[in-house]
């Protein structure tokens, strides 16, 4: 039901961003308003992102298979890298053309960019309402990202014609064009971040491998733990697994000991474990034992 809640919202916005996106080209034109273009450009990478987070949206929903044996989450990553790096480049091209009409201010049809303006920020206002602002999918997070940037843009394009209004300064119109293009490199840059840092299996924010290897090691019947690796399996999954050594004993009774480990890494928000059992040392015996590669020993971790 989650699901199918989050894809009518996506579809909603779908067909908003392009009623939006008309309007801010066809009065960016009349207008001769760059701010207004610009935020027509953050506007179409807006229904861009949307459409690749509905398809991602459907393909993430896919069961766990031979090919993805964790299942298709991280397609919603690749949207969301894909959706922050269009992000940069807009924000790009709008500090270029930017920079191109401070040196040289064109004149200003403030009460056209005025009335698009306020237009496309009710219809950000109500993207922003329907997306909503908390998502535990980065996916999500990238798409509410995007219209939160086309959001502020808008009220800057609002402010930047009341003042060309009043006091004629069309130079306003091309700085307002620079921080709607810094604030969508900032959003963007954010996105690429964390998508990256999962795709690159870092130990996510809050999960220190020592810190958890220390807790491990204080429960009854550890002699001590190693091997251990601390990664996200999509955004807001982590995963453990290690190595534990335990005295010699009954498989019932060092499944006990597993429990217990289990139990303590749920505590602390992990839910996917893999537990190796030891009653003897490995070669390598540290927190984090080395890949072995290469004379038979491809892949296989000591």
């Not at 890298?81 to 053309?97: D, K, P, Q, T, Y």
């Amino acid at each position: 039901m989650m699901n199918l809640t989050t894809q009518r919202r996506l579809v909603f916005s779908f067909a908003l961003t392009f009623f939006i996106l008309a309007a801010e080209v066809i009065g960016g034109v009349l207008s001769n308003s760059l701010a207004l273009l610009s935020d027509a450009g953050h506007v179409l990478t807006d229904a861009f992102a949307l459409g690749l987070s509905l398809a991602a949206l459907k393909i993430g929903q896919r069961p766990a298979d031979y090919r993805a044996t964790f299942g298709y989450q991280r397609v919603g990553l690749l949207a969301a890298m894909i959706n922050g790096a269009s992000l940069v480049v807009i924000a790009i091209f709008i500090l270029i053309e930017a920079y191109r009409r401070i040196k040289s201010p064109p004149e200003i049809g403030s009460s056209v960019m005025l009335a698009v303006a306020a237009a496309g920020l009710l219809g950000n206002l109500a993207m922003a309402l329907v997306l909503g602002a908390r998502h535990h999918d980065l996916n999500m997070k990238s798409v509410w990202l995007h219209v939160l940037g086309d959001t502020l843009s808008s009220v800057g394009v609002i402010a930047a014609a009341l003042i060309i209004k009043l006091t004629g300064w069309g130079i306003l119109d091309p700085i307002v064009s620079v921080l709607v293009g810094l604030i969508v490199i900032m959003g963007g840059w954010r996105v690429i971040k964390e998508a990256l840092w999962i795709f690159l299996e870092l130990s996510p924010a809050g999960f220190h491998a020592e810190d958890i290897s220390d807790k491990i090691s204080k429960l009854p019947g550890v002699r001590c733990v190693h091997d251990v690796h601390v990664w996200s399996i999509g955004h807001g999954v982590p995963a453990f697994s290690a190595h534990v050594q335990v005295d010699d004993q009954k498989i019932s009774e060092a499944d006990a000991v597993r429990k217990e480990i289990e139990g303590e890494l749920a505590r602390i928000g992990i839910q996917h474990s893999v537990i190796q059992m030891e009653c003897a040392q490995c070669n390598e015996n540290g927190l984090y034992c080395p890949m072995q590669y290469g004379h038979g020993h491809a892949g296989h971790m000591h």
